[in-house]
């Protein structure tokens, strides 16, 4: 089992609609939680940075973690055609910066 | 522009050749990092490195290797002894206990 899980997808879904984006993990050690939005052929680029659990809203994307239930998502609201990309969730237990585990990425498709 | 620049963009090996990637960053960042990417799989690290002159192995650094002269500058050698090289390469850097940032890769093939 991947300490890491997340649904490759991909995901479709009509322009407009909020999308829900998740990973579960194994490690309970894991408190700092990153999302990253990767383009193709591009690298990653970091969307929401979240330390321990709650929620953190920015613009139309929310961030939240539920350490009880080791799961985290992304949510995104009004969902625009530009969102179409895959969404890496990244963590770590030590550092924000360091010895991060990444999930396979979920591929999101947003049709006009 | 603060960034962090990939180069070059595509790349080719032969068999039995060393290349070399590039990776500079003006972002002032003390630690920087090597990944690399297969086709829906996540990242995986090869090396980072948190201070100059100091690095340390990732979870794939066999055939791989590394310097770090600079604070700018961490370069990757894709070795022959790679035997399976053809990756998308991604190099990131972030400053102490923040998230780290991307450059834009560089994708390796062989001929």
């Known amino acids: 089992q991947k300490e890491v899980e997340q649904d490759p997808g991909p995901l479709s879904v009509p322009e407009g609609a909020i999308v829900s984006l998740n990973c579960t993990y194994s490690?309970?050690?894991?408190?700092?939680f990153m999302w990253y939005r990767q383009y193709s052929r591009k690298g990653p680029e970091l969307l929401m940075y979240t330390y321990s659990s709650g929620n953190k809203e920015d613009g139309r994307f929310t961030a939240q973690v539920d350490k009880s239930s080791k799961y985290i998502s992304l949510f995104i609201r009004d969902s625009q055609p530009s969102d179409s990309a895959t969404y890496l969730c990244?963590?770590?237990?030590?550092?924000?910066?360091?010895?991060?585990?990444f999930g396979g990425g979920t591929r999101l498709m947003v049709k006009p | 522009d603060g960034g962090i620049t990939q180069s070059p963009k595509y790349l080719f090996r032969k068999e039995g050749q060393n290349v070399t990637l590039s990776c500079e960053q003006n972002?002032?960042?003390?630690?920087m990092y090597w990944y690399r990417q297969d086709p829906g799989q996540g990242l995986r690290l090869i090396y980072y490195s948190q201070i100059v002159n100091d690095f340390q192995k990732g979870d794939i650094a066999e055939g791989y290797s590394v310097s770090r002269e600079k604070k700018e500058s961490f370069p990757l050698t894709v070795t022959s002894a790679q035997k399976n090289p053809t990756a998308f390469y991604l190099c990131a850097s972030s400053p102490n206990n923040q998230p780290q940032h991307f450059g834009d890769g560089t994708r390796l093939s062989i001929l």
């Open positions: 990244a963590m770590s237990a030590y550092n924000a910066g360091n010895m991060l585990t």
């Open positions: 490690n309970s050690a894991f408190q700092y």
């Open positions: 972002l002032n960042h003390d630690a």
